[in-house]
């Protein structure tokens, strides 16, 4: 005779569970990430690649980085703001070879635009660590 009652837990033959487990977290050990200067090099290189294509080039390369460092906020802040300098760095050489143009330009481009892109990319990078945290750590880090 075959058991019907909905609220008998013996029988299992309906568990359609499977013995894998699912739990994704992995515990990562300092040796195994990567250095917060490589993630800050990879932001500011794909921040540098997409500024002649987006406004907001910066925030995209800190978000990069911060995501890539992992799920702390204030670490992601800081790789951004690494990710940041490396772009502004090269952005300052710009507007310091090409103002040379046009004088009256000077003080304000070379002062205000690596500052606008540090800015941006340390909160690029505080929301791709919030985004790691929030979506997993599916891709970062390897």
């Avoid at 890539?68 to 070879?97: C, R, Y």
């Amino acid at each position: 005779m075959v058991n019907t009652d909905p609220d008998d837990e013996s029988d299992v033959s309906d568990d359609h569970t499977d013995d894998r487990t699912t739990d994704r977290s992995v515990d990562r050990t300092d040796s195994d990430r990567r250095p917060t200067a490589v993630n800050g090099l990879l932001g500011g290189l794909l921040a540098l690649f997409l500024f002649s294509l987006v406004s907001f080039a910066p925030l995209f390369g800190g978000l990069v980085s911060g995501y890539l460092e992992g799920d702390d906020l204030t670490e992601g802040a800081v790789v951004g703001a690494f990710a940041g300098a490396i772009a502004a760095a090269v952005v300052a050489v710009g507007l310091f070879l090409t103002n040379g143009l046009v004088p009256e330009f000077f003080p304000e481009s070379v002062l205000f635009g690596p500052l606008y892109v540090v800015v941006f990319a340390t909160g690029g990078g505080a929301i791709g660590s919030y985004l790691n945290d929030e979506l997993g750590d599916e891709i970062g880090r390897y």
